[in-house]
C-alpha cells in the first residue's frame, strides 16, 4: 500500500470531502471527524473503488497472465501500456491503456481535477482527443460524483512513473466509435443507491466494475442489451482463450442454480495468494478476479441479489473453446 501522499492528492481530497459531506448529510452519526480524517477516508473510498470495484488498476497497469486471473505486476500500477486490440478482444485497432500515474510528462500530474473527471465520464482527453469507449466511461458516467472524487484523489496518490505509452491505432475514425448519445451532460444529479437497497446497490456496483461489458453479447460491435449478461464474448489472451460465461439467472445455460455461497466464492478463493498464485495454463481468466475478491461480503452479496432479478438469458457457452 503507498502512504505517499502529494500536495495535489490532498487538494483534490479536499473538494472530494465536500461532496463526501453534503451526501451524507442526512445520516445520523455525528460527521466529528477533522479534515484530516476526511481527507484519509475519501482516498481508502477511492483506494477500494479504484482498486476493486472500478478496475482502473487492472486496465491501467500491467496484468500477469502466467497466475490465474492475471494480477496486477506490484509496482506497475497506473503505468499504462496494456494492449487492447483485435485479437485480444475484436477492437478495429489497437488502444493503448494510458499512464494515469502522476508523472506531470507522461501521466496525468498536470491535469486538473476537473479534466480527469472529464476523461472518466465523457471521454474526452485534457487536449480535447476522445477517447475510445474500451474506456468505460460510458458506465462511469454513471457513478455518484462522490465516489468519482474519491478515484480521483486516490489515484493522485499513485507512485510517479515515468511510462510513454505508444499511440492508439485505429482503423475507423474515433468519431464512429463515440457513444456519444449514451453519455448524460451532468452526472452531479447521479446518486448511490443506499445499500438497504441490495438490488439497486448491486446493479450500481455492477455498473461501476463493469461486469456488463464482458458478459453481455455484442451484435456488429454493439451491446445487446436484450440479452444483457447472457455471455459468449470471445476473448484470445494469447496463451489462452477464454469465452464470458452466461451469468443469468437461466438455470440451464446461466447460474440459475448457483447460490450465494457459490457466487462470492468464485471472487473469494481469491483473497488468499494460494488461490490464484499458481500457473493455471489455458484454463485461465481475463475476468480480474483478484481485483473483485477485494471487495467486501456486503458488496459481494449486493451484486448477487441484482443478478437475481435479470433477466435469463438461454445461451449455453463454452468456457473454454478448443
Ligand atoms: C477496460 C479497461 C479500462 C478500465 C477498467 C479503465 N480504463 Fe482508463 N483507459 C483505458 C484505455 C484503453 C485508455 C486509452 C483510450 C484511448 O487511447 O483511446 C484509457 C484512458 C484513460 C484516461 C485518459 C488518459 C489520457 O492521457 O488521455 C484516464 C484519465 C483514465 N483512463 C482513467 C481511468 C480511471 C480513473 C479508471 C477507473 C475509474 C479507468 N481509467 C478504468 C482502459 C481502461
Ligand atoms: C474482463 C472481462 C470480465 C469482466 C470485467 C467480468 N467478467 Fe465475469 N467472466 C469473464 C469470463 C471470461 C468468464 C469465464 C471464465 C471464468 O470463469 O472466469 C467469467 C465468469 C464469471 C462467472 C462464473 C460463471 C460460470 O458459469 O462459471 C461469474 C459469476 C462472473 N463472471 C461474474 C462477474 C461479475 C459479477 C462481474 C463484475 C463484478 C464480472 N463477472 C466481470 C469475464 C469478465
Not at 479534515?35 to 482502473?56: F, M, T
Not at 456488463?212 to 451484435?219: A, K, L
Not at 464470458?244 to 447460490?259: E, L
Amino acid at each position: 500500500m503507498r502512504k505517499f501522499i502529494t500536495l495535489a492528492a490532498i487538494a483534490s481530497a479536499i473538494i472530494a470531502a465536500a461532496y463526501f459531506t453534503a451526501c451524507n448529510n442526512n445520516k445520523s452519526e455525528p460527521q466529528a471527524d477533522n479534515k484530516e480524517d476526511s481527507i484519509k477516508r475519501v482516498i481508502a473510498r477511492g483506494e477500494y473503488l479504484a482498486n476493486h470495484v472500478a478496475p482502473c488498476l487492472d486496465c491501467h497497469s500491467k496484468r500477469d497472465y502466467t497466475k490465474f486471473s492475471g494480477p496486477v505486476v506490484p509496482g506497475t500500477e497506473g503505468m499504462g501500456g496494456e494492449v487492447f486490440d483485435q485479437k485480444l478482444m475484436g477492437i478495429p485497432g489497437t488502444v493503448y491503456a494510458r499512464n494515469i500515474t502522476p508523472d506531470p510528462e507522461t501521466g496525468i500530474g498536470t491535469w486538473t481535477d476537473d479534466e480527469v473527471l472529464r476523461a472518466i465520464t465523457q471521454g474526452i482527453s485534457k487536449n480535447g482527443d476522445t477517447l475510445f469507449p474500451i474506456m468505460p466511461y460510458v458506465n462511469f458516467n454513471h457513478m455518484a460524483k462522490e465516489d468519482l472524487m474519491s478515484i480521483i484523489a486516490y489515484i493522485r496518490t499513485l507512485k510517479s512513473i515515468k511510462n510513454k505509452v505508444p499511440t492508439r491505432q485505429l482503423m475507423i475514425p474515433i468519431s464512429m466509435a463515440y457513444p456519444g448519445p449514451a453519455l448524460q451532460k451532468s452526472i452531479d444529479a447521479n446518486m448511490r443507491p443506499p445499500e438497504s437497497d441490495p438490488v439497486k446497490y448491486g446493479e450500481y456496483l455492477m455498473n461501476a466494475a463493469v461486469c456488463t461489458d464482458c458478459h453481455t453479447p455484442q451484435v456488429k460491435g454493439q451491446f445487446d442489451f436484450s440479452r444483457a449478461f447472457g455471455g459468449g464474448l470471445a476473448f484470445d489472451v494469447g496463451t489462452f482463450k477464454v469465452n464470458s460465461a452466461n451469468i443469468t439467472p437461466d438455470s440451464a445455460t446461466g447460474i440459475g442454480t448457483w447460490t450465494e455461497e457459490r457466487v462470492m466464492n468464485k471472487f473469494t478463493v481469491c483473497r488468499e495468494e494460494k488461490g490464484y498464485n499458481y500457473d493455471p495454463g489455458k484454463q485461465n481468466t481475463i475476468m480480474p478476479i483478484v481485483s473483485y475478491a477485494g471487495m467486501t461480503d456486503n458488496d459481494l452479496k449486493a451484486m448477487y441479489a441484482y443478478l437475481r432479478t435479470v433477466k435469463p438469458v438461454k445461451n449455453k457457452v463454452e468456457k473454454y473453446p478448443q
